[in-house]
């Protein structure tokens, strides 16, 4: 089983700033993969970001970067340079990479806002 | 190129009725995931396609759900007797089984389903 924690329901950063959204997660996979979610107001879910269980350095995708700490089982997801654009719902969420079935389990989502 | 599409977009229904909602994944995407998202509860995982193995029906919450999946290609997610619980945004995502390591999912818009 897996299960994912994000414990900031909500989040407030001024525009430029620098904000870190908290994830922690409990799993019995051996190999697995953590992924980032956007879900503006429009309510589509927006890939952001990867890691795997495996990679030996963060993941970074141009302002977005996942601070993995394997041993704390956490997987925070940092924002630099934060944009009006970025308020939204993040989404943590993991799965195995063992086996065929890669369905996510998401935590509960941090609703980020950014004022200018 | 196109990506996840879901209709209808919003549904209404009388509690009681049947209601299916339909998702066009990515061409090419062996995979197909339906999630639902509803207020205190997040993302559920409900079910699960690739390619022409037998699905993962283990998030189906009662016997009143059942999908299908034709072809390989679209999918439908059927709620018979609808109850004012099964109101919630019903999301399809779909995924490549190939290249990437990551096999990230991608959503469509959603449907969102009221039973009144």
């Known amino acids: 089983a897996q299960k994912i924690t994000q414990t900031q329901p909500g989040m407030f950063v001024q525009e430029k700033e620098a904000v870190t959204l908290d994830c922690t997660y409990d799993t019995s996979d051996q190999s697995y993969g953590l992924f980032w979610y956007k879900q503006p107001s429009s309510g589509e879910m927006i890939f952001l970001i990867y890691q795997g269980s495996y990679d030996e350095q963060n993941a970074t995708e141009g302002r977005y970067s996942l601070n993995f700490q394997k041993a704390r089982k956490s997987a925070n997801l940092v924002i630099s340079a934060s944009q009006l654009g970025d308020s939204a719902m993040y989404f943590c969420a993991m799965r195995g990479l063992g086996g065929s079935n890669y369905k996510l389990t998401f935590g509960k989502g941090t609703l980020l806002t950014v004022n200018p | 190129g196109a990506g996840v599409s879901q209709s209808p977009s919003n549904k209404v229904t009388e509690k009681g009725k049947d209601v299916e909602l339909r998702c066009d994944p990515i061409s090419g995407h062996t995979a197909l995931y339906w999630y639902r998202q509803s207020l205190g509860q997040g993302l559920e995982f409900l079910i699960y396609f690739q390619g022409n193995s037998a699905p993962d029906k283990s998030g189906l919450p009662s016997d009143r759900f059942s999908a299908e999946r034709t072809g390989g290609s679209v999918s439908t997610l059927t709620i018979q007797r609808t109850q004012q619980e099964d109101s919630a945004v019903y999301l399809c995502?779909?995924?490549?089984?190939?290249?990437?390591?990551?096999?990230?999912?991608?959503f469509g818009p959603g449907t969102r389903l009221t039973v009144t």
């Open positions: 995502a779909s995924s490549s089984t190939s290249g990437s390591v990551s096999y990230e999912q991608y």
